[in-house]
């Protein structure tokens, strides 16, 4: 797990422009879990893209997962996927790969691809929405669809989980925030490949507004809170 520290001086940033008591306050039905990329080719040993941390957030990804179909809200399971043959071409990204290097990420991330699934380990049901990006970011227009389905069912909140913290995770928080969007960006149930880059992106997340940086714990405490009727029930 990674040693998750926000620096000292971003948090008294913080705290002077938003005060000790400016925490967001979670609507657990008008709330979805996005999980960014915790597919098998981030995840298994020697995988492609392998994140070797991104083994071990698992167990909190599965309990905010079950807290959050538990007070009413949506589970949003995001895979990376590669296609070239998608109407608006990643030619920054794609076009400066060499034919080899294209042609192995294609065959990792292709739909159907044996390392674009779903890590087994993830608890993903029937009710769960299971959503392809082409980009880092799960809301750029045209490649995703993630925010049409969110508006069609009231979502203006999310808990992020997955990997790579300071890629596509990070990516998607800065523009979800950016749309209107009301975000928890989860410290232990996150993972990039060093602690240095995970702890880049939490001072970021915190000290540009961009998001409320908690646990898990305090993640389902927010969502419980939120529904205690749900709860009790």
């Not at 879990?33 to 994140?51: C, K, N, P, S």
């Not at 608890?123 to 490649?143: C, H, M, N, Q, W």
């Not at 993630?146 to 800065?174: F, P, W």
Request: aromatic fraction near 8%; charged fraction near 20%.
């Amino acid at each position: 797990m990674h040693a998750s520290e926000i620096r000292p001086d971003v948090i008294e940033r913080v705290l002077a422009m938003r005060g000790a008591e400016a925490v967001l306050v979670v609507d657990p039905a008008k709330t979805a879990h996005v999980i960014v990329d915790l597919q098998v080719g981030f995840m298994r040993e020697g995988a492609t893209a392998e994140v070797p941390v991104a083994r071990q957030i698992i167990p909190q990804v599965n309990r905010i997962s079950r807290a959050v179909r538990e007070t009413g809200g949506v589970n949003a399971f995001i895979r990376f996927t590669v296609d070239f043959d998608e109407p608006h071409y990643w030619e920054p990204m794609w076009g400066r790969m060499t034919p080899e290097a294209r042609a192995h990420f294609l065959a990792t991330f292709a739909p159907g691809a044996e390392q674009h699934a779903l890590w087994p380990d993830l608890d993903v049901t029937l009710e769960d929405l299971i959503i392809d990006k082409t980009r880092f970011s799960a809301f750029i227009p045209g490649t995703c669809d993630l925010d049409a389905q969110l508006k069609a069912r009231g979502i203006d909140t999310l808990i992020v989980t997955g990997t790579v913290t300071n890629c596509c995770c990070e990516s998607t928080v800065r523009d979800a925030m950016q749309m209107g969007y009301k975000v928890l960006f989860v410290q232990d149930g996150n993972a990039s490949f060093d602690d240095a880059s995970h702890n880049a992106t939490l001072s970021n997340m915190a000290g540009l507004f961009f998001a409320d940086v908690c646990t898990s714990d305090d993640a389902i405490a927010r969502l419980r809170a939120g529904a205690p009727a749900l709860v009790a029930a």
